[in-house]
């Protein structure tokens, strides 16, 4: 009985996950080729999920740096050392430059009424 259920929510977990990697794939194309379009329809769904997951993706250039200086470090001198460089640099611009993009349609789409 119980591993019918684990396995019934295993499955229905991995379907919710399919369904929200596609929507989510789908909606960073649409904001390449029409943010303003693609942030209203998000508007009027109140797809709160995704709206969560196109937010983190500003945050993802900074995640990515961080997860590979980690492994990195923890592979090249067995503890992780503080002083950043070039590509710390490289990572905050873009995610700098990925903000202002989301955050300038987002306000044009707030705006209107």
């Known amino acids: 009985m119980i591993k ?7 499955k229905l977990g991995s379907l919710i996950g399919i369904r929200q990697g596609y929507f989510l794939g789908r909606n960073w194309y649409e904001l390449m ?11 009027e769904s109140r797809d709160k999920s995704q709206i969560f997951l196109i937010s983190l993706t500003a ?4 995640f990515l740096y961080i997860i590979a ?3 990195y470090d923890l592979i ?4 992780l050392i503080m002083i950043t460089g070039k590509g710390f640099q490289i990572a905050i611009w873009a ?19």
């Not at 945050?59 to 900074?62: D, F, G, M, R, V």
Request: charged share 25%.
């Open 4 to 10: 019918k259920r684990v396995k019934n929510l295993l």
């Open 33 to 43: 080729r029409e943010p303003y379009l693609t942030l209203n329809s998000l508007k």
């Open 59 to 62: 945050l993802s250039p900074l």
């Open 69 to 71: 200086r980690v492994v």
């Open 76 to 79: 090249r001198y067995g503890s």
């Open 95 to 113: 995610q700098g430059l990925i903000l202002l993009y989301l955050g300038y349609w987002t306000i044009i789409v707030l705006r209107e009424k």
